[in-house]
């Protein structure tokens, strides 16, 4: 039963809202400082070679180019020239070898883009082709190109890098999750469901592709870009050039689109290193295209079984996974960790096996993707409940009932027990698509999803109380359109009692606000939120300090108040406490700070819980999937903003359809085959499914502030595995390979009338 | 060849401005400082640098400069009226119609161009019409109510 | 950013002409620019000199006799889309060009441009092949005109002389109880399959035989035999089943990322059987 707020559980209006719908908001691409230089990058044209040689002398001698910069050159200047989230294997320029096509060789800095693209065209790299190996599977191979004889240096992260043990050959990261008697389980099962499914190479698409703008001031380094986790590029920046920490600065404004495609690292080192080695700010603008030969997700292979008792109980799991991370580490570790905590569900079972590898590839580095391997672990995971179901004659709800973890109830040992009630939202979910759907030629499918999610909880904030009683937010989370801004913002002015117009947002810049570890993972509601509140308490018990000494009052006779205190019988405003203080001017700062200790102590700080079905119908003569219904369950604790909420869990499940249906990169002879918009087909207003709801479940069961947990990710992490159930349903046969283009629902179609053929003969 | 001289008429100001024949539209607007105005796919696809043209919607990244010579150019700037925002513009704040705001401006633009031609149109004609616009955020569906929002609070202004 | 080019505006088909001769392939004919300039962004082509036609009066016109339309050169899409004497005699390219890519690609985009292209993964061909269509050049030796599926010789390949420009596409109007379909499958960019058919179906059967054109799939568009339809009956299944026969049998598709050769062969067929139907149903 939900207690009633002022303000956080309304739909406030958002506070980026006429900036962004007047054109006023300035992303990164938007911003120029006088006199900036322009770069232009030189990319690979090959999978995996040796760099025999760079001829920059044409380039160098084009009109109005200034520098030619190349990897051995940060180098020789001293620089440290790789990076890395877990490891530093990233070369921010490439060092003697190319591991994929398209990877940055060369960056040319003149006074124009015109002049700075023309010269880049000039620079001649001569190369020694390798071996390239371009599948995970293949790259598994003993008889396998190596892509890193040597490994970097580890720099390590959070406990999430298992380390580096067992990664010989192409495997970049190895996680394992298990408990029980596998092998006596499997044997003594009544149906063992066994299969081999396949999730796509994705790309996120922000539209805002990857820029930065960066620039020496005095010897500190300012860098303006589009980064999600501005500290985790700091923290790159300052070990690339030895600086220390407080003498690099980035900064994010609004960021257009994020989804986890801009953590960490991307563009910030080779700007700031052109910067470097120029003496002149320097802007780099990458086209969509060179986005996507930047980051992409990774793709997933699975070999699973699930061995279930004849009632339908699970009695094990087991998964073997092969993820495709491309050329580099980055936060592999990381996702590949949370693709094998994902991949079974929250469901009880005795006994399990999880083995999670992500090999290098001469592909595009894999990094972060919304769902972070709960898409890929699920179209394994729930898909085989679905298709167990329909071997043991059961309906796929009650079997997913049957298993479910209650609120409470630990499924991942040692870890923080489940803080939802998922038997609750799928019944929910159930009755919303009027399950079990009684229109022909219509098929439901839905699924459950509990994500440990949050990330690290590490997070900080500040707020300034002026004399005016108005207040600024200081957070270093970032406002990628999740409505961060806002959410926190409602937090500061029920916290403190004040108008939500009176809170104004300082973020997203290392130089000017306090530290937050990532802007991701469903968090900032969450943690970031709980740092908020602290530093509002933190404020309120300085003001009260101000008032004792400006009233001359023992604290016990001041209470607090809506936007003050209380106190000789009457209320004063902040504002007049601050004034009454100081005598003229004056402000009240308050800092909070969260970590893994008392709410957070225990991993992960909360469950992401995805609760999503639709209903589809399908074209049998072409194949075309048509989604009728799609419905979504935002279990999050207490919604802040709902109607936030909402937009989050209507992008979400979008993203996830896009995958189910349509979204696949493609390799052909070591190059990407669509590496554009054009021919990597993301939903379009065509796509809008006939009706979409969006409910909410707030039990107050959360960690965050108000009971809140995160959304975000969440409500696309079942989509894939809900739509190959219900086409599954549909046809008779599940396909096991997204996204379920019409030419592979054709196949099936086609594969299932065989079969029933072969059957009535 | 050197610059060509244009007279340009945007958002109701006018300009002479010296371009080259193989200046894009959204390079001229953006270097005006509209910036509003985004570029994302540079191939016509995702409409992010929608401008109306003549009163029809373009993609500013594939259009010569050169064609707004002595032609009306309105961009995302040019919709409110002073503080006043254009009805569209107050629909996508009430519906909560964008999130990271880059695809907003052409959006809003694009949906300028419908409710001109279609002061009345159905969820059909405006997906119709918005096919062409992108969003990877929102999932489509409160843009949709935003720009009917939109269509009828306009025809019942007086 | 586009490399650099000049631009030639010129008022007259004279004009035109004579510049097409003077910067021989060095120049290409603007209108619109929606493929041009988009393939000269990509790399795959590069002219120094457009010559821009828009400011010829004549090329901008759509005027109809009774027996045929004549859509001027720098005709867009969205004209097309909208002129009233398209809606009334011909609907069906009305719709067809209300259909063709984005709306910000028909307001700029010529239907005359879409044919000089070439482009393979189109929608007109096919319905003004069907409708016989023809295709209206005028250069140094004078004015001639050519039949579309004459006209677009191969993948971004046509007949265009090279002193040639097009001043217009002369469409003859099919008869009062003719029916003309169209439908498409496509799931990017482009359409993957088109379809186009003509007829008259009277008492459920074709009057004659009915016109089928198959477009977007192969790397030109394909006429499907269909003399052996004269008189069938076109409401069986047996009758829609073969005419979708002849249309696999006449188009070698191209595999690419929205399919397989045999997925498109199959898709041709289940759209001429489509098309096909909506001629008999339209009739009844």
């Known amino acids: 039963m939900k207690r009633a707020h002022r303000v956080v559980g309304t739909p406030a209006r958002r506070a980026d809202g006429v900036a962004k719908v007047t054109g006023a908001a300035r992303y990164a691409v938007d911003l120029s400082v006088p006199g900036m230089a322009y770069a232009a990058v030189v990319r690979s044209t090959r999978a995996h070679a040796k760099i025999t040689g760079i001829d920059r002398t044409a380039a160098a001698a084009s009109p109005g180019v200034i520098r030619v910069l190349i990897g051995d050159d940060l180098l020789a200047a001293g620089l440290t020239p790789y990076y890395g989230h877990v490891v530093l294997d990233h070369p921010v320029l490439a060092i003697e070898r190319v591991r994929f096509h398209g990877e940055p060789v060369a960056v040319v800095v003149a006074e124009t883009k015109r002049e700075a693209a023309e010269a880049a065209e000039l620079v001649d790299v001569s190369y020694e082709d390798l071996p390239a190996v371009i599948d995970a599977d293949e790259a598994l191979k003993p008889d396998a190109p190596v892509l890193h004889e040597r490994r970097g240096e580890r720099v390590g992260d959070e406990g999430m890098d298992e380390g580096e043990k067992g990664l010989v050959g192409n495997v970049c990261a190895i996680a394992r999750v298990g408990w029980g008697n596998i092998d006596e389980a499997l044997a003594r099962a009544h149906l063992v469901v066994e299969g081999e499914y396949r999730y796509p190479m994705l790309y996120g698409y922000a539209m805002e592709p990857y820029n930065a703008l960066a620039f020496f001031d005095q010897g500190d380094l300012v860098v303006f870009s589009t980064a999600q986790h501005v500290y985790m590029v700091r923290r790159d920046l300052a070990r690339m050039f030895h600086l220390p920490l407080a003498r690099v600065r980035v900064s994010a404004p609004y960021v257009g689109g994020g989804y986890g495609t801009k953590s960490y690292t991307k563009v910030e080192g080779m700007t700031a290193a052109a910067a470097f080695f120029t003496g002149r700010a320097v802007k780099l603008d990458l086209s969509v295209e060179e986005a996507m030969l930047t980051t992409r997700s990774a793709s997933a292979h699975i070999r699973a079984r699930s061995a279930f008792t004849k009632d339908g109980m699970l009695l094990a799991r087991d998964f073997q996974i092969v993820m495709n991370n491309g050329a580099y580490t980055d936060n592999t570790p990381l996702v590949n960790s949370k693709t094998a905590n994902r991949c079974f569900g929250p469901y009880r079972i005795p006994a399990l096996r999880v083995i999670a590898r992500s090999v290098f590839t001469n592909t595009v580095p894999s990094s972060s993707l919304r769902g972070f391997g709960a898409p890929q672990g699920n179209i394994a995971g729930e898909l085989q409940m679905d298709e167990a179901a329909a071997k043991l004659g059961l309906d796929p709800v009650e079997l997913r009932l049957r298993n479910l973890v209650g609120p409470g109830e630990e499924f991942m040992p040692g870890k923080r027990p489940l803080d939802a009630d998922l038997k609750d939202d799928l019944r929910c979910l159930a009755s919303a698509l009027e399950w079990p759907g009684t229109r022909i030629g219509r098929s439901i499918g839905l699924g459950v999803s509990a994500s440990d999610a949050g990330a690290y909880p590490t997070s900080t904030a500040a707020v300034r109380i002026h004399s005016d009683t108005s207040v600024t937010l200081f957070t270093g989370s970032t406002e990628l359109g999740q409505g961060s801004r806002t959410v926190l913002a409602q937090i500061v002015a029920e916290e403190l009692g004040v108008p939500l117009e009176s809170v104004g947002v300082v973020n997203g810049d290392t130089g000017v606000v306090t530290y937050e570890r990532t802007t991701g993972a469903s968090r900032t509601t969450t943690i970031t939120g709980r740092a908020v509140q602290e530093a509002c308490r933190d404020a309120r018990r300085r003001v009260r300090e101000l008032a004792v000494q400006a009233f001359d009052l023992p604290t016990s006779e001041i209470e607090d108040t809506a936007g003050g205190i209380r106190a000789r019988g009457r209320g004063f405003s902040y504002g007049e406490v601050i004034e009454k203080w100081f005598g003229a001017g004056g402000e009240v700062l308050g800092h909070g700070a969260v970590r893994r200790a008392e709410g957070f102590a225990k991993m992960p700080p909360f469950y992401e819980i995805g609760c999503t079905g639709l209903e589809l119908s399908v074209d049998r003569e072409t194949g075309q999937v048509h989604v009728t219904k799609l419905t979504t369950v935002g279990d999050v604790g207490f919604a802040i903003n709902p109607a936030l909420v909402h937009g989050q869990d209507a992008g979400a499940a979008m993203m996830g359809l896009g995958a189910a249906l349509h979204e696949e990169l493609i390799y052909e002879g070591g190059q990407l085959v669509n590496p554009n918009v054009v021919d990597y087909r993301v939903p379009r207003f065509s796509d809008i499914p006939d009706e979409m709801v969006h409910l909410l479940a707030e039990r107050l069961d959360g960690s965050g502030p108000f009971g809140a947990k995160g959304a975000g990710e969440g409500a696309g992490n079942t989509v894939g595995s809900a739509t190959a159930s219900a086409i599954g349903r549909l046809l008779g046969i599940f396909p096991r390979e997204l996204p379920a283009t019409p030419e592979r629902v054709w196949r099936l179609i086609r594969e299932a009338e065989r079969v029933r053929t072969r059957k009535t003969e | 060849m050197g610059g060509r001289e244009i007279h340009l008429r945007v958002n109701g100001g006018e300009r002479r401005v010296v371009i080259e024949d193989q200046t894009l539209l959204i390079e001229l607007v953006r270097s005006l400082g509209l910036v509003g105005t985004k570029l994302s796919c540079d191939s016509q696809v995702c409409g992010a640098c929608t401008v109306l043209l003549d009163g029809r919607p373009v993609s500013s990244c594939t259009t010569l400069a050169i064609e707004a010579d002595d032609k009306p150019v309105v961009t995302i700037e040019g919709l409110a009226d002073g503080a006043k925002l254009h009805p569209l513009q107050e629909a996508f704040i009430e519906r909560f119609a964008f999130q990271c705001g880059y695809c907003t401006p052409g959006m809003i633009v694009s949906a300028k161009a419908l409710l001109d031609a279609y002061p009345e149109p159905d969820v059909a004609t405006v997906r119709h019409w918005m096919d062409g616009n992108i969003c990877r955020c929102t999932g489509y569906q409160t843009i949709v109510e935003a720009v009917l929002d939109a269509a009828e609070q306009m025809r019942g202004a007086p | ?284």
Not at chain 3, 24 to 44: F, H, P, Q, R, S
Not at chain 3, 106 to 113: I, K, M, V, W
């Open chain 3, 1 to 284: 950013m586009l490399r650099r080019f000049d631009v030639h505006r010129v008022t007259s088909i004279a004009e035109a002409v004579d510049a097409r001769q003077r910067f021989g392939e060095d120049a290409a004919i603007y209108a619109g620019g929606t493929e041009l300039l988009l393939a000269m962004k990509m790399g795959v082509a590069r002219w120094p000199h457009l010559i821009d036609v828009k400011a010829i009066p004549a090329l901008g016109r759509i005027t109809a006799t009774n027996d045929a339309l004549r859509i001027g050169a720098t005709a867009t899409h969205w004209d097309i889309e909208r002129n009233a004497l398209v809606g009334g005699a011909l609907p069906a390219l009305a719709r067809l060009e209300a259909n063709v890519a984005n709306v910000r690609v028909r307001a700029a985009g010529t239907l005359a441009g879409n044919l000089a292209f070439g482009e393979p993964h189109a929608d007109p061909p096919s319905m003004l092949i069907a409708l016989g269509a023809r295709v209206v050049l005028e250069g140094k030796s004078g004015t001639r005109s050519v039949a579309v599926h004459e006209f677009i010789t191969g993948m971004y390949q046509t007949a265009l002389a090279g002193d040639e420009i097009i001043v217009a596409i002369d469409i003859p109007l099919p008869a009062k109880d003719v029916r003309v379909a169209y439908v498409k499958f496509q799931i990017l960019e482009r359409p993957s399959v088109g379809v186009a058919a003509l007829g008259t179906v009277r008492d459920g059967r074709f009057v004659g035989a009915p016109t089928v054109v198959v477009g977007a799939v192969d790397e030109v568009a394909r006429a499907v035999p269909t003399a052996q339809f004269a008189g069938a009956d076109a409401r069986d299944a047996r009758t829609l089943d073969a005419i979708a026969e002849a249309a696999r049998a006449a188009v070698e598709p191209t595999a690419d990322l929205a399919g397989s050769v045999e997925f498109k062969r199959h898709i041709v067929g289940v759209f001429t059987q489509r098309a096909c139907a909506t001629l008999a149903a339209q009739a009844s």
